[in-house]
């Protein structure tokens, strides 16, 4: 199929469909007349945020208790609501009513100056918002930002005592500006995101976006960062960060006139070739031509992997059937986790998220042995190594928790393609007896 | 204008009236009929909402327009989250077998099997762009303009929707006659 052809169905794709129908316009006054309780989202997560922050545990990925896959259980419970974080809702920003005020003069000039300002809304004040200057940047090594700009970035945290009313805030409330310039040279910018060149995630890291967002994964606090493209002529400006909600705006000086920062120029990506993850379940595939099968009667579950492979006994206070990797070892009699481990699954007391600092890749729901499970491909910490990646089935056992967690990295896994689609063999075959 | 912007829906309505077709016809065309009047939906709802912010009542159809593409760029976004991780095997994978493509693809109902899970891959920002410039017809400096980038971005974005969408469909075939395609069109 050349390109003519391809043009030409998307010149004529879903003509037929251009006029909206009869009671189109009905349909959109009532979603207008019915929109101010619309937009309280967060009140539906709120008792689903309350759920989980009452004794429960949002997980740090770091480092953990689930050895070599990077979990830790965090015992601290929190008390505050917890908010979704970086997905952005589908309607574009609204005018929310709720007000700040902010001391003045907090300046944001240099990297790692912060901010706060006290939130408030028609009912008083609701939380916090932290603000903090990030570098600037000549670009992005994995993501195109507009010719002969540079990135002044800014981390926003929300913190929220209460609900606010009405819910939505996040990257709209936010613009840059030049601060004292001739008209002629006046603009004001919006915060923007840039796709990453492999389609997979945005810069900046952990964008704001629009919040509540999706309720998936709780945060405490909602913070994310936005990012303005200043061009590389307007460096002479002295610039300044606005925040505005309603008719009250403050302001914050962001950039004395100086050099930006030297172009960082797009690294040609390298995302993983279809041949490579083709070649990666063709080998998974024939390891599971007869697979083993072990099981965990501690933490209740039975699980097929490799013939090829090995797996533990039971070892110290390590139950059977943890750890799977291709090259025989040995486990310690303290049951310290060996080296060269691939693959990992263990039981974890309470509940499982993901923090906001990490980058998630890849979210998604699915049933394992008919129980609700998700799927979580991530970076917990993408600025410091962005490819590291973590691959997690995380199924949880109960509303307050146990929740099970396989899972497999870069950093545990010689073979990180290879391991996941294992991985994902091994889930496909995953009973729980519990 | 004035009217809807104190807030009188009434008032708005007419504005509804007036744009309701032009901005279904962008919904439609980045995200599909099956949720056109869900974004279009949306887009009304947010204008009404950011009225009172906007300045000059003159350039209310292009602060529209652009509300409009954004909250279909927001809900592929979205929905393109919950969906493409299904099988990550499966979207880092050829979607299209080409070789079993080229000896199908002569009529159109064929084309558009092999078209439509090509573009389901795009990004948010490559179906916006390829939605505005070839369904919609919009000039690169409108496409720009509705997008809110600069036209030397649109032009590299077409580019490389294009050249997504001919490897989606056929990774052997992927050569530069996007490029002069877009040089002409432009």
């Known amino acids: 199929m050349n390109d003519e052809q391809i043009i030409e169905y998307l010149r004529t794709r879903h003509r037929t469909h251009f006029d909206p129908p009869a009671d189109a316009l009905a349909s959109v006054m009532s979603a207008i007349r019915d929109a101010p309780p619309r937009r309280s989202l967060f009140a539906s997560v709120m008792p689903i945020a309350a759920a989980v922050s009452i004794g429960l545990v949002l997980l740090v990925v770091a480092i953990g208790v689930v050895p070599r896959i990077g979990l830790v259980p965090d015992a601290s419970a929190s008390p505050d609501p917890s908010v979704p974080p970086t997905e952005a809702v589908a309607t574009p920003p609204v005018s929310p009513s709720p007000t700040a005020s902010v001391r003045p003069a907090q300046s944001l000039v240099q990297p790692g100056d912060t901010a706060t300002l006290a939130a408030t809304d028609s009912h008083g ?5 932290r603000l903090e200057r990030g570098d600037e940047l000549g670009g992005y090594p994995d993501a195109e930002i507009p010719a002969d700009t540079f990135v002044i970035e800014v981390l926003v945290a929300y913190e929220a005592d209460r609900m606010p009313d009405p819910a939505q805030f996040g990257t709209p409330d936010w613009t840059l500006r030049p601060r004292n310039a001739p008209p002629e040279r006046f603009f004001v910018i919006e915060p923007q995101e840039f796709e990453r060149a492999n389609g997979i995630g945005l810069r900046p890291a952990m964008p704001l976006g629009v919040w509540p967002g999706a309720v998936d994964i709780f945060t405490t606090p909602a913070e994310g960062r936005i990012a303005f493209a200043v061009a590389r002529r307007d460096a002479d400006l002295e610039l300044e960060l606005v925040y505005r909600l309603g008719d009250e705006e403050q302001v914050f000086p962001l950039r004395t006139p100086g050099l930006p920062p030297e172009a960082v120029a797009l690294a ?7 041949e490579d993850i083709a070649e990666a379940i063709a080998m998974a595939e024939a390891l599971f031509a007869d697979p083993d099968e072990c099981a965990n009667t501690l933490d209740g579950y039975s699980v ?3 013939d090829a492979w090995y797996t533990n006994t039971a070892v110290g206070d390590t139950p059977a059937c943890s750890w799977f990797t291709p090259e025989f ?11 060269g481990i691939w693959i990992s699954i263990g039981l974890v007391d309470g509940v499982v998220g993901y923090t906001s600092i990490t980058e998630i890749y890849v979210n998604d729901e699915l049933v394992i042995d008919g129980r609700q499970a998700f799927r979580v491909e991530y970076n917990g910490n993408a600025t410091a190594n962005p490819d590291f990646r973590g691959y997690h089935y995380v199924i949880p056992l109960g509303e307050n928790g146990p929740t099970l967690v396989a899972g497999t990295s870069t950093e545990s896994a010689d073979d990180y393609l290879l391991a996941k689609a294992v991985l994902d063999r091994m889930m496909e075959r995953f009973t729980i007896n519990r | 204008m004035e009217r809807a912007r104190a807030r009188d829906a009434d008032a708005f309505e007419l504005l509804v009236e007036e744009h309701l077709a032009g901005i279904h016809r962008i919904a439609v065309a980045i995200v599909g009929p099956a949720d056109a009047m869900d974004v279009t939906q949306d ?12 300045r000059n009542a003159d350039a209310f159809a292009g602060w529209l327009r652009r509300i409009g593409v954004n909250a279909a ?12 991780w299904g099988s990550l095997e499966e979207n880092q994978g050829p ?11 002569r009529t159109a109902v064929e084309a558009r099997a092999l078209i439509e899970p090509a573009i389901e891959r795009l990004t948010p920002d490559q179906r916006a762009i390829l939605a505005l410039h070839y369904t919609l017809g919009y000039s690169i400096a409108d496409a720009a303009d509705a997008l809110d980038i600069r036209v030397g971005t649109a032009k590299s974005r077409l580019n490389a929707a294009l050249r997504s969408l001919r490897s989606a469909i056929d990774p052997a075939a992927a050569d530069g006659e996007a490029e002069a395609e877009i040089e002409a069109t432009s």
């Open chain 1, 125 to 129: 004040e609701w939380g916090t918002i």
């Open chain 1, 268 to 274: 040609t990506p390298q995302p993983t070739s279809p």
């Open chain 1, 304 to 306: 097929a992997f490799p």
């Open chain 1, 329 to 339: 070892f040995e486990v310690a009699a303290s049951g310290e986790a060996p080296e």
């Open chain 2, 43 to 54: 887009t009304f709802v947010a204008a009404w909402q950011q009225l009172p912010r906007l």
């Open chain 2, 73 to 84: 760029r927001q809900w592929l976004r979205r929905t393109r989250r919950r969906r493409e």
């Open chain 2, 95 to 105: 979607m299209v077998d080409a070789s079993e493509g080229q000896r199908d693809f």
